[in-house]
């Protein structure tokens, strides 16, 4: 059994970097797939979301060469299909997972998919749904496996509506998938995570521009941590961020901590923060921005007066049921909270002198980095602790205990 993580309590005083962007480079491997040719993609992370998607890129035939973090695709799917189908062991990522299948129905053969954890449960149905529609055939939960698909999808054109309640996901799988011929995928009930459908639509547009070589950008989700613990402790600057990204749902960070009273200040040295005398509360709509929303609960218990987040729902379709992990997070901290199961609306009645009230807290999060890593942001404001679980990390902020150690 792994020996919980120690967490010392403290401020941040610190320059750093922070990594790249798994959205994006999940997205660009994919459209890397069905380049003619070859495509490069430097800056790449080393999520696991991604480091399971190159590996499952490379099972199903594509050629694909690393140096550092540079990646250099050779070929093309499914031009370089193997002459049989594969059992495809594909992670816990709804990325990698809700990417990967589209793909895959360009091919042949047919292909099994099997994840791990919690990604077993979350929603599927609108895009095996959509690919269904267009003659691929697909099984879910039989016994061949969790997942089956055999294409190919047609190349004519098609119209076909897909539900984005949930996720963004299905419909970015499919589009990119299809970015290559007359199919065309319609989001339904895109009012949750719109940015990272636009960031989509904006890699397909360079894409179908001849775009060969990817730069990617860092992660604004990841940078949301650091800037987080700074604002409500003390400061750092960010050597690798020197600029605003309109297509990161989470970048509004940077604008929810200027309402807050803090300065976020991109210069020639990276992007910079200092604590402000105190924090103001705020007002936002989560389902903007899901993967901030454990992040702004933190800020927001120590912010002078009440926050109010609203709209949170689709937070119970993550890694785990971020809405009850939440709320389990500001129970275990002493933080106080109203929330409406019918609303889904989230008021947190921050206090400055919240900080350092809690004793040490012994935390069992589950397998969600996203919760892990605001966990820790908890134990340092106040008494410290231990974590378990923590090697969860891995999927998006590898470095995270280091970085912010």
Not at 28 to 57: F, H, Q, R, W, Y
Not at 122 to 148: H, Q, Y
Not at 257 to 279: C, Q, T
Not at 325 to 354: M, Q, W
């Amino acid at each position: 059994m792994t020996t919980p993580y120690s967490v010392t309590p403290g401020k941040l005083e610190k320059t750093i970097e922070v990594p790249t962007s798994k959205s994006y480079a999940n997205r660009v491997l994919i459209l890397a797939a069905i380049t003619p040719g070859s495509a490069t993609i430097s800056n790449i992370p080393e999520s696991t979301d991604v480091t399971k998607m190159i590996g499952l890129l490379q099972q199903i035939g594509l050629e694909i060469e690393q140096s550092g973090s540079t990646v250099t695709v050779k070929n093309s799917f499914p031009e370089c299909e193997k002459s049989e189908g594969q059992t495809l062991l594909t992670g816990d990522g709804g990325t990698t997972n809700r990417f990967i299948l589209p793909l895959l129905a360009r091919g042949k053969q047919e292909y099994i998919l099997e994840p791990e954890g919690h990604m077993r449960n979350r929603p599927m149905e609108p895009l095996t749904k959509a690919l269904k529609e267009i003659g691929v055939k697909i099984e879910v939960e039989s016994d061949k496996g969790w997942l089956s698909v055999k294409g190919p999808f047609p190349s004519e054109a098609r119209r076909v509506e897909v539900d984005c309640k949930d996720s963004t996901q299905f419909i970015t799988g499919l589009s990119l998938a299809s970015a290559d011929c007359e199919l065309e995928f319609v989001p339904i009930g895109l009012d949750a995570s719109l940015a990272y459908f636009l960031m989509t639509k904006h890699l397909i547009e360079e894409f179908k521009a001849q775009q060969r070589e990817w730069e990617i950008p860092v992660d604004f989700s990841s940078l949301g941590y650091p800037l987080a613990l700074a604002a409500v402790s003390g400061k750092v600057s960010v050597t690798n961020c020197t600029r605003f990204d309109d297509f990161q749902a989470d970048a509004v960070f940077l604008k929810v901590l200027e309402e807050m009273g803090a300065e976020p200040v991109f210069d020639k040295s990276g992007l910079s923060l200092v604590k402000p005398e105190y924090l103001m509360p705020f007002e936002i709509d989560g389902s903007s921005c899901p993967d901030l929303v454990p992040t702004l609960a933190f800020v927001a218990a120590y912010a002078a007066g009440s926050s109010y987040i609203r709209n949170i729902e689709i937070l119970r379709h993550k890694e785990s049921d971020r809405v009850e992990e939440v709320l389990s997070l500001l129970k275990a901290f002493g933080i106080e909270f109203e929330f409406d199961s019918k609303t889904h609306n989230l008021i947190i009645y921050g206090n400055p002198a919240n900080a350092g009230t809690s004793p040490a807290v012994d935390y069992n999060p589950p397998a969600d980095h996203r919760i892990v890593m605001v966990a820790y942001l908890f134990m340092r404001m106040n008494a410290g602790g231990t974590l378990t679980n923590f090697h969860h990390v891995k999927k998006s902020f590898p470095s995270f205990f280091e970085v912010l150690g």
